[in-house]
């Protein structure tokens, strides 16, 4: 079952770069391939709080701070070539009207 949901989740995150949501679909695959790890270090941070494991558990907090930033820089690169396809289409527009322009203006 886990393979079927983690398929759904791969379509839904193609679907969404599909339609140029690549901040979204960004955040959908890092959450994905990092809910194992996530899962882990949230496991032992609690055995760890629980033996009183105090160097353990900072290490383990700095792991997470880690992936949260990983997470941040994956939405961010998404959220740029979201931007450029943007400035793309832009470019591309204003390069049909200037061409529309210089061609009524010659007329």
């Known amino acids: 079952m886990k393979d079927f949901a983690q398929q759904l989740t791969n379509v839904n995150a193609q679907l969404l770069e599909l339609q140029g949501s690549f901040e979204k679909a960004a955040a959908i695959r890092f959450d ?9 270090l949230s496991r032992q941070r609690q055995i760890s709080v629980d033996a009183g494991d105090t160097d ?9 701070q880690k992936l949260d930033l990983m997470r941040a820089a994956a939405t961010a690169q998404g959220r740029v070539n979201e931007l450029l396809v943007q400035e793309s289409r832009i470019q591309s527009e204003l390069e049909v009207a200037t061409e529309r322009a210089d061609t009524i203006a010659a007329t």
């Open 56 to 64: 353990t558990v900072a290490q383990i907090d700095e792991a997470k």
């Open 32 to 40: 994905t391939e990092h809910t194992v790890v996530e899962n882990r």
